[in-house]
């Protein structure tokens, strides 16, 4: 069980914009910024987002993010096969001292 | 190019112990937070340890307390995992991962990752 919810899967076709939600408690998400992590088939995880909605170099504009409350998501733009990965979002937790992750959310081109 | 390199991984009978070791190259690791992550066949990613970048501070997941040691070296820039009380569920790849600049926890995220090494805990 993890500390943060995300949606199993998820899917879109190419082109298409495709979110992905995830829920934390005030002690995460409700007090610190999230991160967003991308992990391809058969890789390590790769920073995605971080601080919200921060780009690290060489991520493309496609991907965005947006936090409130307790909640947030990540949105891919102009779906490409090559977005198709396991996308896990993550939290500093104060009460637990470490992060937090979601338990991942596997999304499929189509 | 920043580069994290896991190693020491392999199979390990239940109740054994394993050293992992992450080699740091092309950054100042000293600036550097670091953490270990694992993750187990088939599911998601789990923090497993946190060690400040003067070792002063160091957090663990409840899962690995009182078994696992983290701790560093800043001049041969590395980081290491001791694992003792081995059980099956520790069974996974093991991720080293570099924390940012900022020691502000509000801040904080992992933007530089290893390849990983493997643990095995079977008899």
């Known amino acids: 069980q993890s500390v943060l919810t995300q949606p199993p899967s998820g899917s879109g076709t190419p082109g298409q914009r495709v979110t992905i939600s995830c829920s934390g408690s005030s002690s995460n998400i409700g007090t610190n910024n999230l991160n967003w992590y991308q992990q391809l088939p058969g890789t390590a995880p790769k920073l995605l987002l971080y601080n919200n909605n921060q780009r690290p170099s060489g991520v493309p504009d496609r991907f965005s993010g947006s936090k409130s409350g307790t909640s947030a998501s990540l949105a891919i733009s102009g779906l490409q096969s090559e977005d198709e990965a396991d996308y896990y979002c993550a939290a500093w937790d104060d009460s637990l001292n470490g992060p937090v992750f979601g338990g991942g959310t596997k999304l499929t081109v189509l | 190019e920043v580069q994290l390199v896991e190693s020491g991984g392999g199979l390990v009978q239940p109740g054994g112990s394993l050293r992992l070791s992450c080699a740091a190259s092309?950054?100042?690791?000293?600036?550097?937070?670091m953490n270990w992550v694992r993750q187990a066949p088939g599911k998601g990613l789990e923090w497993v340890a946190y060690?400040?970048?003067?070792?002063?501070?160091?957090y663990y997941a409840d899962s690995v307390k009182g078994r696992f040691t983290i701790s560093r070296d800043n001049a041969k820039n590395s980081l290491y995992l001791q694992m003792n009380s081995l059980r099956a569920d520790d069974t996974a790849v093991y991720y080293c991962?570099?924390?940012?600049?900022?020691?502000?926890?509000?801040?904080?995220?992992?933007?530089?990752w290893g390849k990983g090494t493997t643990v095995t805990v079977s008899s």
């Open positions: 060690i400040s970048t003067s070792s002063n501070t160091i």
């Open positions: 991962a570099r924390g940012p600049l900022s020691t502000v926890f509000y801040y904080y995220y992992m933007d530089v």
């Open positions: 092309a950054f100042t690791f000293s600036l550097h937070s």
